[in-house]
Protein backbone atom coordinates (compact mmCIF):
# COMPACT_ATOMS: atom_id res chain seq x y z
CA UNK A 1 0.00 0.00 0.00
CA UNK A 2 1.39 3.18 -1.23
CA UNK A 3 2.00 5.51 1.34
CA UNK A 4 0.82 9.47 1.18
CA UNK A 5 3.09 12.59 0.93
CA UNK A 6 2.44 14.31 4.22
CA UNK A 7 -0.15 17.16 3.64
CA UNK A 8 0.21 21.03 3.47
CA UNK A 9 -0.92 22.81 6.47
CA UNK A 10 -4.51 24.40 6.07
CA UNK A 11 -3.85 27.97 6.04
CA UNK A 12 -5.99 29.53 8.85
CA UNK A 13 -8.63 32.33 8.53
CA UNK A 14 -8.08 35.70 7.92
CA UNK A 15 -9.32 37.43 10.79
CA UNK A 16 -10.93 40.06 8.85
CA UNK A 17 -14.50 39.77 9.15
CA UNK A 18 -16.67 37.97 6.56
CA UNK A 19 -18.67 40.26 3.98
CA UNK A 20 -22.33 40.04 4.53
CA UNK A 21 -24.53 38.19 1.91
CA UNK A 22 -26.48 41.07 1.44
CA UNK A 23 -24.73 44.40 0.67
CA UNK A 24 -26.29 46.34 4.05
CA UNK A 25 -24.12 49.14 5.30
CA UNK A 26 -21.48 47.39 7.06
CA UNK A 27 -20.82 51.02 9.50
CA UNK A 28 -21.40 50.82 13.45
CA UNK A 29 -24.33 53.06 14.04
CA UNK A 30 -25.78 52.88 10.06
CA UNK A 31 -29.29 52.70 9.71
CA UNK A 32 -29.89 53.39 6.53
CA UNK A 33 -29.41 50.04 4.00
CA UNK A 34 -28.61 50.10 0.36
CA UNK A 35 -30.90 47.87 -0.79
CA UNK A 36 -33.90 50.28 0.25
CA UNK A 37 -31.82 53.37 -1.18
CA UNK A 38 -31.56 51.66 -4.76
CA UNK A 39 -35.13 50.19 -4.31
CA UNK A 40 -35.97 53.86 -3.92
CA UNK A 41 -33.87 55.21 -6.58
CA UNK A 42 -35.67 52.63 -9.09
CA UNK A 43 -39.24 53.95 -7.51
CA UNK A 44 -41.28 54.98 -9.77
CA UNK A 45 -44.34 56.39 -7.95
CA UNK A 46 -46.29 59.99 -8.05
CA UNK A 47 -45.90 60.23 -4.63
CA UNK A 48 -42.03 59.23 -4.24
CA UNK A 49 -41.11 62.80 -2.32
CA UNK A 50 -43.96 61.65 -0.26
CA UNK A 51 -42.38 58.33 0.68
CA UNK A 52 -39.22 59.43 0.95
CA UNK A 53 -40.30 62.24 3.74
CA UNK A 54 -42.22 59.35 5.68
CA UNK A 55 -38.76 57.30 5.61
CA UNK A 56 -36.97 60.16 7.43
CA UNK A 57 -39.95 60.84 9.81
CA UNK A 58 -39.59 57.03 10.61
CA UNK A 59 -35.93 56.57 10.75
CA UNK A 60 -35.91 60.01 12.33
CA UNK A 61 -38.21 58.51 15.56
CA UNK A 62 -34.51 57.26 16.74
CA UNK A 63 -31.39 55.73 16.48
CA UNK A 64 -32.92 52.22 17.51
CA UNK A 65 -34.48 52.40 13.96
CA UNK A 66 -33.32 50.91 10.58
CA UNK A 67 -34.70 49.82 8.10
CA UNK A 68 -34.29 46.87 5.16
CA UNK A 69 -36.56 45.53 2.46
CA UNK A 70 -38.82 42.95 3.34
CA UNK A 71 -41.95 41.69 1.49
CA UNK A 72 -40.63 43.08 -1.34
CA UNK A 73 -41.07 46.81 0.08
CA UNK A 74 -39.15 48.94 2.34
CA UNK A 75 -39.67 48.30 5.96
CA UNK A 76 -38.37 49.35 9.30
CA UNK A 77 -37.56 47.55 12.69
CA UNK A 78 -36.21 47.97 16.21
CA UNK A 79 -35.89 44.72 17.61
CA UNK A 80 -38.60 43.14 15.47
CA UNK A 81 -40.32 45.10 12.25
CA UNK A 82 -43.00 47.36 12.61
CA UNK A 83 -44.00 49.52 9.87
CA UNK A 84 -43.71 48.13 5.85
CA UNK A 85 -44.79 50.51 2.91
CA UNK A 86 -47.60 49.45 0.38
CA UNK A 87 -47.19 51.04 -3.01
CA UNK A 88 -49.24 49.59 -4.70
CA UNK A 89 -51.92 52.34 -5.38
CA UNK A 90 -50.75 55.59 -7.35
CA UNK A 91 -52.48 57.53 -5.62
CA UNK A 92 -51.57 57.28 -2.19
CA UNK A 93 -49.29 55.87 0.34
CA UNK A 94 -49.86 53.16 2.52
CA UNK A 95 -47.78 52.65 5.69
CA UNK A 96 -48.65 49.03 7.59
CA UNK A 97 -47.78 48.80 11.23
CA UNK A 98 -47.29 45.14 12.26
CA UNK A 99 -45.64 43.51 14.92
CA UNK A 100 -43.73 41.30 12.39
CA UNK A 101 -43.72 38.31 10.48
CA UNK A 102 -43.78 36.10 13.59
CA UNK A 103 -47.28 35.92 15.67
CA UNK A 104 -47.30 36.91 18.84
CA UNK A 105 -49.81 37.30 21.96
CA UNK A 106 -50.85 40.73 20.53
CA UNK A 107 -52.29 38.40 17.73
CA UNK A 108 -55.32 38.03 20.37
CA UNK A 109 -54.87 40.29 22.82
CA UNK A 110 -54.36 43.48 20.29
CA UNK A 111 -52.44 46.50 20.06
CA UNK A 112 -53.47 49.18 22.24
CA UNK A 113 -51.96 52.74 20.65
CA UNK A 114 -53.60 56.06 21.15
CA UNK A 115 -54.98 57.78 17.68
CA UNK A 116 -57.33 60.77 18.62
CA UNK A 117 -56.61 61.95 14.88
CA UNK A 118 -58.19 58.67 13.21
CA UNK A 119 -55.40 57.64 11.54
CA UNK A 120 -55.23 54.37 11.87
CA UNK A 121 -57.21 51.72 9.77
CA UNK A 122 -57.28 48.55 11.58
CA UNK A 123 -57.09 45.56 9.72
CA UNK A 124 -56.56 43.01 12.63
CA UNK A 125 -55.85 43.35 16.15
CA UNK A 126 -52.10 43.33 15.55
CA UNK A 127 -51.78 45.18 12.46
CA UNK A 128 -53.17 48.78 11.16
CA UNK A 129 -52.90 51.01 7.76
CA UNK A 130 -51.92 54.98 7.87
CA UNK A 131 -53.24 56.37 4.28
CA UNK A 132 -51.34 59.32 2.63
CA UNK A 133 -52.68 61.00 -0.26
CA UNK A 134 -49.88 63.86 -0.86
CA UNK A 135 -48.07 66.16 0.52
CA UNK A 136 -50.48 68.31 2.20
CA UNK A 137 -52.23 65.39 4.15
CA UNK A 138 -48.30 64.28 4.82
CA UNK A 139 -48.00 67.43 6.55
CA UNK A 140 -51.41 67.91 8.19
CA UNK A 141 -50.39 64.08 10.03
CA UNK A 142 -46.97 64.56 10.46
CA UNK A 143 -47.37 65.12 14.02
CA UNK A 144 -49.73 62.41 14.68
CA UNK A 145 -48.46 60.05 12.76
CA UNK A 146 -44.92 60.68 14.74
CA UNK A 147 -46.87 60.11 17.80
CA UNK A 148 -48.34 56.78 16.65
CA UNK A 149 -45.71 55.16 15.17
CA UNK A 150 -43.26 56.07 18.74
CA UNK A 151 -46.26 54.70 20.50
CA UNK A 152 -46.34 51.84 18.46
CA UNK A 153 -42.50 51.02 18.35
CA UNK A 154 -43.26 51.00 22.71
CA UNK A 155 -45.89 47.91 22.61
CA UNK A 156 -44.17 46.02 19.77
Known amino acids: MPTRAPSKPRKTASPQPRKA ?3 RVEEAGAR ?3 AVVEFLRKLEH ?3 KEVEAVRQLILGLGPEVREGIKWNAPSFRT ?5 TFNLRDPDRVRLILHTGAKVKDTAK ?4 VADPSGLLEWLAKDRCLVTLTDGKDLKAKRTALEAVLREWIERV
Open 109 to 112: SGVK
Open 21 to 23: ATK
Open 46 to 48: PLK
Open 32 to 34: TDP
Open 79 to 83: TEHFA
